[in-house]
């Protein structure tokens, strides 16, 4: 008889387990982020389980960073590491319980389908094969990983794109995927038109050593990087340190900061209203692009999102917050559902990497309709 195993010794693997002999009442635990008290995102692979009941149950999940992303969440899972989809999940007595009987022996399940470093790597290549495409390195991370920077275009406007501070937030470099294939696409009439407007400087992932150690939120130091925009340093956070230091050298028109949550089951945006220098052009062009964006694809809504935030009272440690005050620019944060978009749902495979993928290519519809106006 096949024993079962339960392993995440690899890239962006996250799982503890305590027993894993009998199928139907496996315990497990996520482990937290690097010297932090942050955890949620899992990643393990389940040998050895074919034709089984599974019922894995996470027993730390009731003091997960958000509750409220067990409520109707579905895991994700995967034979072969490509097709991400969606199986039974429960939060019931304080514990994250999956059910799933796997077709194969060999099966993975992750919070969201995984975005490893090297696939990072080969994204990377690949863009760079483009004629148009430069890369440079802004610094290096905590651990010694690339600050990876790719520069398109050569228009009047700086248009800094960036995703996965929070490394467990891999829909966001899945939507990257989408956003630069369109922006690259030379048949695109929309991406050469902007490609002639703007410099795009993008960093597909702001944080590689919390992505490479299968964290939730934060850098092998423990710095949550969307919370260091106003103190960053080599130390703690060398990699929005070196970020401030490119937007100091071509100051931001646009900032557009990609990331998912893990309650709310829909796609919108949060902005800077908040900060002290909210203008009537901040706002106008946020209206703009709000409607461009929704029109380009209808998995964007603006009816559901984040209070705002009151009058001069913005978090500036925030990448939203601190770029808008400190380059006097449109600045604002994507978020994209762990679960599935309420209002466009899928019951196979929920919101998923070709739905992120899409959403960020649409976007090149609201830029085009801001640009000029930035």
């Keep these: 008889m ?27 635990s996520i482990r937290k982020d690097n010297a932090s008290d942050f955890y949620q995102w899992f990643y393990f692979r389940l040998t050895g389980a074919k034709g089984k009941t599974c019922h894995m149950h996470f027993e730390n999940a009731k003091d997960a960073a958000f509750i409220g992303g067990w409520e109707n969440y579905r895991a994700c899972a995967s034979y072969d590491r490509e ?26 399940y992750a919070y969201f389908a995984p975005y490893s470093m090297e696939r990072h790597a080969d994204l990377i290549a690949e863009v760079t094969t483009h004629p ?5 390195v802004l610094g290096t991370t905590v651990e010694g990983q690339t600050m990876d920077c790719v520069s398109i275009g050569d228009g009047d406007k700086s248009l800094w794109v960036i995703a996965r501070q929070h490394p467990g937030e891999t829909m966001a470099e899945w939507w990257m995927e989408g956003f630069l294939a369109r ?6 009439p929309v991406a050469r038109v902007l490609r002639t407007k703007a410099r795009f400087h993008i960093i597909p992932n702001m944080n590689p050593d919390g992505s490479r150690h299968g964290n939730l939120r934060t850098n092998h130091a423990g710095a949550n990087l969307n919370r260091e925009w106003n103190k960053a340093s080599i130390q703690s956070s060398p ?14 028109d646009l900032v557009l900061d990609v990331h998912g949550d893990e309650a709310l089951p829909y796609n919108f945006i949060a902005g800077a209203e ?3 220098s909210w203008s009537d052009k901040m706002e106008a062009n946020q209206t703009a692009f709000l409607e461009a964006y929704k029109t380009a694809s209808p998995d964007f809504q603006t009816r559901h999102g984040y209070a705002i935030s009151k009058p001069g009272k913005a978090n500036l440690s925030m990448c939203t917050n601190y770029t808008a005050e400190t380059y006097d620019c449109l600045s604002m944060t994507l978020e994209m559902p762990f679960k599935d978009n309420a209002d466009l749902p899928d ?28």
């Design 2 to 28: 096949t024993e079962l195993h339960i392993s995440s010794a690899f890239d962006g693997g996250n799982i503890i387990v305590h027993e894993a002999s009998d199928p139907s009442h496996i315990r497990l």
């Design 83 to 108: 097709t991400w989809f969606r199986v039974e999940a429960e939060y019931k007595n304080d514990e994250l319980i999956i059910h799933h009987t796997p077709e194969l022996d060999n099966i993975y």
């Design 132 to 136: 148009d495409v430069s890369l440079r």
């Design 183 to 188: 922006l690259l696409d030379d048949d695109d």
């Design 239 to 252: 990699e929005v340190y070196h970020t401030i230091e490119a937007m100091n050298a071509d100051r931001p």
């Design 274 to 276: 908040g900060v002290p």
């Design 347 to 374: 019951s196979e495979f929920g919101w998923s990497p070709d739905r992120c993928a899409k959403l960020g290519g649409a976007v090149l519809d609201a830029m085009l309709a801001v640009v000029d106006d930035l």
